[in-house]
């Protein structure tokens, strides 16, 4: 069986890391990364263990990119005041001011993804990407 899918799906995303890497540089930021900001500004206060399950990445990648985005000055970590083996996450001043201009990126890259879509395509890909997205996720060979 050919491989078109996952090609189709890696050049893809390729090609929009690269993008997202070259507008987010001079936040410091990249596209691994400025996600976590933007979830972290629009849930003050979230755990770390919920953030990892909102956007499906190893708790261990999660921790070191927190802690990094933490030294760089995007995230407060606090302790959790009902459970202190848990840490919870704040925007800093930084991120918060820088939230809308992060924000207007992904909005404008989601932009750019569609353009060449017709309005119809557009909402035929958001159908077929909400139904295949958590098929996939909830497969037993993640």
Request: hydrophobic letters at 35%; a neutral charge; aromatic letters at 8%.
């Amino acid at each position: 069986m050919e491989m078109r899918y996952e090609r189709f799906f890696s050049m893809i995303n390729r090609v929009i890391r690269q993008r997202l890497n070259q507008q987010l540089k001079p936040y410091g930021l990249s596209e691994s990364n400025f996600m976590l900001v933007l979830r972290i500004c629009e849930t003050p206060g979230i755990s770390q263990d919920q953030l990892n399950r909102e956007i499906y990445r190893e708790h261990s990648i999660v921790t070191k990119a927190v802690s990094r985005l933490a030294t760089k000055g995007w995230v407060e970590i606090k302790p959790d005041q009902n459970d202190g083996r848990r840490t919870n996450l704040f925007p800093s001043k930084l991120a918060r001011s820088n939230y809308d201009e992060i924000k207007q990126i992904l909005d404008d890259t989601n932009h750019w993804i569609a353009t060449t879509l017709s309005a119809d395509e557009q909402q035929a890909l958001d159908q077929i990407l909400a139904k295949l997205v958590p098929a996939l996720m909830n497969d037993d060979f993640k």
